[in-house]
């Protein structure tokens, strides 16, 4: 009598992807939601922070190799600490209350490759 094998599927595992799998080199998302009864991102001045942050983004694409999008998000869940950036690969979350701050972050981060250190939002 013939016997089938059956193959058991292996237990699903999170593989961290290398950041070349990334459609952009450098993703990153700004909180810009609004809400009317508590602190939150949209209402402490990210949508200038957003602009600033396209601007300086577009100003940097014609001096360094990286494909760079900014893109505003909806809320992130961490409203008390807002304005939030998280930038992708890598999910590094940032406070951002100026646009000071965000200079800060893409020299310090998206230019240099390493962290803003005093503006990252602790998880
Ligand atoms: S409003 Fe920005 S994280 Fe909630």
Not at 70 to 81: A, F, K, N, Y
């Amino acid at each position: 009598m013939e016997q089938t094998q059956i193959a058991t599927e292996p237990a699903a595992v999170a593989v961290k992807r290398p950041a070349s799998d990334s459609y952009y080199d450098i993703h990153l998302f700004i909180c810009t939601n609004r809400r009317s009864n508590s602190k939150s991102c949209g209402g402490n001045g990210a949508e200038r922070i957003l602009r600033h942050a396209k601007r300086r983004v577009q100003a940097l694409e014609d001096s360094v190799n990286l494909s760079i999008r900014v893109s505003s998000s909806g809320c992130m869940g961490r409203c008390e600490l807002g304005p939030l950036l998280v930038i992708y690969p890598e999910g590094t979350w940032y406070r951002c209350n100026s646009t000071h701050d965000l200079d800060e972050i893409i020299s310090e981060h998206v230019i240099g490759g390493g962290r803003a250190q005093r503006l990252m939002a602790s998880l």
